[in-house]
């Protein structure tokens, strides 16, 4: 059994517990098991993608393809296997797709203080394009807006 990561898109119907579990151990307020399952059902927009090995779940990006347009949601990495390429591996991935599905751009908000999250993206051809003032809560906190506005360039 290889333990080399792969991505592949979650579906509605299987167990999404290791995804919440994440989300609960990165996010103040995550999503429950409940309410992913519900965005995935409900909404034909909505994706979540999993980056994992036969053995445990690595990450995940929740995210909507619409008009063109690739919004990321959500993007955590475990916290113990960070800093190794995994959540360039995961975006390059989710990017593809999107692209496949039409979307030219892509966009995301992300707190004012998570340098971590801004390299990243930045070093995927991200740039901050607005600023929304005290957007965040617990601890108040400015949202910066950053836009890939050629997808494409994302998956070098
Ligand atoms: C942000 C996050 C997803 C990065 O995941 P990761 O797998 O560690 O990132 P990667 O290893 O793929 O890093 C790719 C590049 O991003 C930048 N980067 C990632 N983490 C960084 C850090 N802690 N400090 C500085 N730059 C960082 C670097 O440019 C890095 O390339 P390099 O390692 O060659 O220098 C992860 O830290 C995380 O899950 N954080 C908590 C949740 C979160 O903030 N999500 C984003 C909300 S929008």
Do not use: K
């Not at 509605?12 to 996010?27: I, K, V, Y």
Request: with cysteine; charged share 25%.
């Amino acid at each position: 059994m290889t333990d080399e990561p792969s991505v592949r898109r979650a579906s509605a119907d299987e167990p999404l517990d290791a995804l919440a579990a994440l989300q609960a151990e990165t996010f103040l307020r995550p999503w429950s098991v409940d309410a992913i399952r519900q965005e995935l059902r409900d909404s034909p927009v909505a994706r979540v993608y999993l980056l994992e090995t036969p053995r445990r779940l690595l990450g995940f990006c929740a995210c909507w393809v619409v008009a063109g347009e690739l919004h990321i949601n959500s993007l955590a990495i475990a916290p113990d296997v960070r800093r190794q390429g995994h959540a360039r591996r995961l975006l390059q991935a989710v990017c593809a797709e999107a692209a496949a599905a039409g979307a030219t751009a892509a966009t995301l908000e992300v707190r004012r203080s998570n340098q971590p999250a801004v390299a990243l993206y930045t070093a995927l051809g991200f740039t901050i394009e607005a600023v929304r003032r005290d957007y965040y809560e617990q601890p108040t906190e400015d949202a910066l807006i950053l836009w890939n506005r050629n997808t494409a360039a994302s998956l070098r």
